[in-house]
C-alpha cells in the first residue's frame, strides 16, 4: 500500500484477548500470546506504510488485580517477546521503547526491557513502545511532581509553564501525539491511556477482539484514516 500522508503515530487499546480464549474454552494467557501475534501483524503494516511510532497498551496500572497466575503469565511471555524479537527488530530498524512506572515491574522484566532498548536504540524507522504498568494520571502525576521540584529549586519560572513544557515531563516526551487511536473488541472506553496525548487523535473502534485483529486489519483502518478530514479546531 502506499500512503501519501499515513498516520505518524498509531496507538492501539489491545482489548479482548481474554474473550477470544473463552470463547475456544481456553485459559486467558492464551489469548494474550495469541495477542502478541497481532503485535507481530502491526509491525509489519506500520514498516509496509511508513508509521514511524507504534504505541500499545500491554499492561496497564490497574491490571495488577488481574488473577496472579494471568499477571505471571504476561509478564513472562513480555520477557520472552523481547527475548526472541530483538534481532528481528535490529534487521526491521525497529527502535523499542517503554513507558510507565517501569520501576515497579518485575527485576526480570526490568531487565529485559533495558536491554531490548539499548541493543535497539540506534534503529531510526519505527519506534515500538510498550506501555507497561501505565497509567495516564500517574504519567500525569509524576510530570507534576518534576515540574514542581524544578520551580522550587529554582531552575524553572512558572511563567514558562505551557502545553509543551508539560508534553516534555510526559514519558513519552520527544514523541509527537498520536495521530489515530484504535481500540478493539468494540469498547468505548480510553481507560487512562495517553489522556493528554490523545486530545486531538483520530479515534477507531473495531469490534474485533485483539487476537483477530491482522495485518489487513490495520492497513483498513489507516486507509480509513487518511480519507478523514482533520480540523484540529479549526474550519476547512
Ligand atoms: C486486554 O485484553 C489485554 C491485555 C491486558 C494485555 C495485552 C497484552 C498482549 C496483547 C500480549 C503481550 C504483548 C507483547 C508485545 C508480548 P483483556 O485480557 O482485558 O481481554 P478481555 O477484555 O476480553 O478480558
Given at each position: ?25 481456553w485459559i486467558r494467557i492464551k489469548g494474550h500470546e ?177 487476537p483477530d485483529f491482522k495485518k489487513e486489519d490495520l492497513l483498513a483502518a489507516i486507509e480509513e484514516y ?11
Amino acid at each position: 500500500m502506499n500512503l501519501k500522508s499515513p498516520p505518524r503515530h498509531i496507538a492501539i487499546v489491545m482489548d479482548g484477548n481474554g474473550r477470544w480464549a473463552k470463547e475456544r474454552g481456553w485459559i486467558r494467557i492464551k489469548g494474550h500470546e495469541q495477542g502478541a501475534q497481532s503485535v507481530q501483524e502491526c509491525l509489519t503494516a506500520c514498516l509496509e506504510v511508513g508509521v514511524e511510532y507504534l504505541t500499545l497498551y500491554a499492561f496497564s496500572s490497574e491490571n495488577w488485580k488481574r488473577p496472579q497466575l494471568e499477571v505471571q503469565g504476561l509478564m513472562l511471555l513480555l520477557e520472552q517477546y523481547l527475548g526472541n524479537k530483538i534481532e528481528e527488530m535490529n534487521r526491521n530498524g525497529i527502535r523499542f521503547s517503554a513507558i510507565g512506572r517501569l520501576e515497579e515491574l518485575p527485576r526480570s522484566v526490568q531487565q529485559c526491557l533495558h536491554k531490548a532498548i539499548a541493543a535497539t536504540a540506534h534503529n531510526k524507522k519505527l519506534t515500538l513502545t510498550l506501555a507497561l504498568n501505565y497509567g495516564s494520571r500517574n504519567e500525569i502525576v509524576d510530570a507534576v511532581k518534576v515540574i514542581a521540584q524544578k520551580v522550587a529549586h529554582g531552575t524553572l519560572d512558572p511563567k514558562s509553564i505551557n502545553e509543551e513544557l508539560i508534553s516534555e515531563h510526559l514519558y513519552t516526551a520527544g514523541m509527537p501525539d498520536p495521530d489515530l487511536f484504535i481500540r478493539t473488541s468494540g469498547e468505548y472506553r480510553i481507560s487512562n491511556f495517553l489522556l493528554w496525548q490523545l486530545s486531538y487523535s483520530e479515534i477507531t473502534i473495531t469490534p474485533k477482539l485483539w487476537p483477530d485483529f491482522k495485518k489487513e486489519d490495520l492497513l483498513a483502518a489507516i486507509e480509513e484514516y487518511t480519507s478523514r478530514e482533520r480540523r484540529f479546531g479549526g474550519v476547512q
